[in-house]
T-cell receptor
Framework: KAGVTQTPRYLIKTRGQQVTLSCSPISGHRSVSWYQQTPGQGLQFLFEYFSETQRNKGNFPGRFSGRQFSNSRSEMNVSTLELGDSALYLC??????????????FGDGTRLSIL | DAKTTQPTSMDCAEGRAANLPCNHSTISGNEYVYWYRQIHSQGPQYIIHGLKNNETNEMASLIITEDRKSSTLILPHATLRDTAVYYCIVPRGRRDSNYQLIWGAGTKLIIKP
């Protein structure tokens, strides 16, 4: 069974641009969560999508948004990029929503660098 | 809000049991404790979770104290491939709103030959 796939693996953007990251969950998984990982703040939860609807949300500004498609694939968009958005963005999938105690399966992330 | 406290780093000899402690004194009665690990340059990997009873799977054992204020993850026979950052995690927030797993700084476990 294929794991969680994130594309691209590396991305370089400049301030003010926008970016879209993609995540393909494990087949049959309907919940997709996004995280930001930085050396200073560690792993921080962005949001969770389940059945094409945002189910849970962390404390990030509105510049960070996402969506989920009917095949459970998810995209995350960041607009008006700032230097502080440089991070590893991780996607995780699970069979059911976060609060159902299902283990999350992570991809290896997209490394985003802002110049 | 529940949060966790873990040692910053630990060493363990290859072949010995690695015991990783975690303090979660503010955990609520119905909240699970989760353990994940992250090997360098990879995404986190689920290890185990528990509520109040001890749990064991093919990767590790989880011992939770009776008062649920702390737990210990045990890797019974550590190998060099177990070198990673280990995260003890508890949830926070309201379901279907801002429910999330809170990741602390974790423990960097180094297995030495």
């Amino acid at each position: 069974k294929a794991g969680v796939t994130q594309t691209p693996r590396y991305l370089i953007k400049t301030r003010g641009q926008q970016v879209t990251l993609s995540c393909s969950p494990i087949s049959g998984h309907r919940s997709v969560s996004w995280y930001q990982q930085t050396p200073g703040q560690g792993l921080q939860f962005l949001f969770e999508y389940f059945s094409e609807t945002q189910r849970n949300k962390g404390n990030f500004p509105g510049r960070f948004s996402g969506r989920q498609f009917s095949n459970s694939r998810s995209e995350m968009n960041v607009s008006t990029l700032e230097l502080g958005d440089s991070a590893l963005y991780l996607c995780a999938s699970s069979l059911a929503p976060l609060e159902t105690i299902q283990p999350q399966h992570f991809g290896d992330g997209t490394r985003l660098s802002i110049l | 809000d529940a949060k966790t406290t873990q040692p910053t780093s630990m060493d363990c000899a290859e072949g010995r049991a690695a015991n990783l402690p975690c303090n979660h004194s503010t955990i609520s009665g119905n909240e699970y404790v989760y353990w994940y690990r992250q090997i360098h340059s990879q995404g986190p990997q689920y290890i185990i979770h528990g509520l109040k009873n001890n749990e064991t799977n093919e990767m590790a054992s989880l011992i939770i104290t009776e008062d649920r204020k702390s737990s210990t993850l045990i890797l019974p026979h550590a190998t060099l491939r177990d070198t990673a950052v280990y995260y003890c995690i508890v949830p926070r927030g309201r379901r279907d709103s801002n429910y999330q797993l809170i990741w602390g700084a974790g423990t960097k476990l180094i297995i030495k030959p």
